[in-house]
């Protein structure tokens, strides 16, 4: 156990119409002085989050809040001290929001947030804003034959706005890169993200956006496979993948099984409990994965999930 000091922090974040985020700028004399961050501050003792939210953004922002939504919870260790950052999302509020406290303030494009300009911590609370809340896992497909309706699928699960695919199909190397290839194109042309099950080097060859690593992958890695600029994502079972994903420095994560599955007719399933008591402990974004539907979304997000994963249900 460290002996750093250790704050609780309630973090908002406020989307104007666009969609673009309030950031305002830390005073130069303070703890990561001259960065942008989410207004808010730490919780005092005998204050909920959400009343420590209330208090601070009406002192830093001449807000009062209304309703809101946990986005993620972040552990985090400074060389000077340990923060726990409860993020919510502040879905409504009254007043206009201005620096009460004369710090510069601007409403930024999530395109535009950079993760160099803010605290180290903050890098999971940038990437939940760029995740979408559905991540379509695709079903295995077989000889070139099924093709055509494997891809005439993915076409209408792309038309029906799913913005990040993973490929998971067994197929021998070459099939599995061609397939690929139609299915990048495909979800190119859809502003959608394809990230490739297991095989780092198969996304880099074809230009996909990531890979998404398998359990037994993350203990087999002494580092991230892609650059920081594409997905690295992992499947999580239990606190040690959990860990050990993070120690990779993964970018987001689904953990399983949620609910029991067909796929996984053995797997213990963790339930809503165990997958929310599992998300606030993970230091990135986590999708819920098992038995899910897109129905599930509020009961996810509800517990600080990024938002759900499946295969069947999403189409
Ligand atoms: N408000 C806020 N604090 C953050 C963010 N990211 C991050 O690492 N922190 C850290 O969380 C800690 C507490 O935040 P704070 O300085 O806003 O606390 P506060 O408003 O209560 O200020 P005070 O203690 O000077 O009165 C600081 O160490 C800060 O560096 C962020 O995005 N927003
Ligand atoms: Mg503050």
Redesign the pocket.
Known sequence: MSSLPH?L?A?GVLQDKTGAVLITQ?DLK???GGRW??????VEPGESVLDGLAR?LNE?LGITIGQTQPLIRIP?E?PE?R?T?AVIRVQEWQGQAHGRENQPLRWCPISELDVQA??A??SP?ITALKLPPFYVITPDCGSRAEWPAWLERLERVLANGAKLIQLRVSLPPSEQAALARLALECCHRANAELLINRNAELAEQIGADGVHLSAAQLNTLSQRPLPDAAWVAASCHNTDELAAAAKLGVDFGVLSPVRPTSSHPHAQPIGWAGFGRLAAKAPFPLYALGGMSPNDLASARQLGGQGVAGISGFG
């Open positions: 704050w922090v973090v830390r303070r703890h990561q961050e989410f207004p808010g501050g730490k601070e830093e985090f400074y001290c923060v950052l803010f605290p911590a903050n609370i």
